[in-house]
């Protein structure tokens, strides 16, 4: 998601294009393709030292100035984050 986004692509194209496009290409209950049923949440957060290299298909860098972190889900009502400190976390 975030060599998308460095790509160009909006965060609402990005969302849609590993969420509901997919779902609909597999023929999914409509309930997987309605993201007010079941949705992640994400943050945009600049690169660190830790993250890996982002590469192209030619292994070329490519340069991303921010991540894309999925934080928690949201399913049924309920949320479950992904990481305990994830709402600390600037």
Same mark, same amino acid.
């Given at each position: 998601?975030?060599?998308?986004? *460095? #790509?160009?692509?909006?965060?609402?194209?990005?969302?849609?294009?590993?969420?509901?496009?997919?779902? &609909?290409? #597999?023929?999914?209950?409509?309930? $997987?393709?309605?993201?007010?049923? &079941?949705?992640?949440?994400? /943050?945009? &957060?600049?690169?660190? *030292?830790?993250?890996?290299?982002?590469?192209?298909?030619?292994?070329?860098?490519?340069?991303?100035?921010?991540?894309?972190?999925?934080?928690?889900?949201?399913?049924?009502?309920? #949320?479950?984050?992904?990481?305990?400190? $994830?709402? /600390?976390?600037?």
């Amino acid at each position: 998601m975030s060599k998308f986004l *460095s #790509l160009g692509m909006s965060l609402e194209e990005i969302v849609a294009s590993v969420t509901v496009i997919p779902a &609909r290409q #597999l023929g999914l209950d409509p309930d $997987w393709t309605d993201l007010t049923k &079941r949705a992640t949440l994400f /943050r945009l &957060r600049p690169v660190t *030292s830790e993250d890996p290299p982002f590469l192209d298909a030619y292994q070329n860098t490519i340069p991303v100035q921010q991540v894309v972190e999925p934080v928690a889900v949201v399913t049924t009502g309920t #949320l479950f984050p992904l990481k305990p400190d $994830w709402a /600390r976390v600037q």
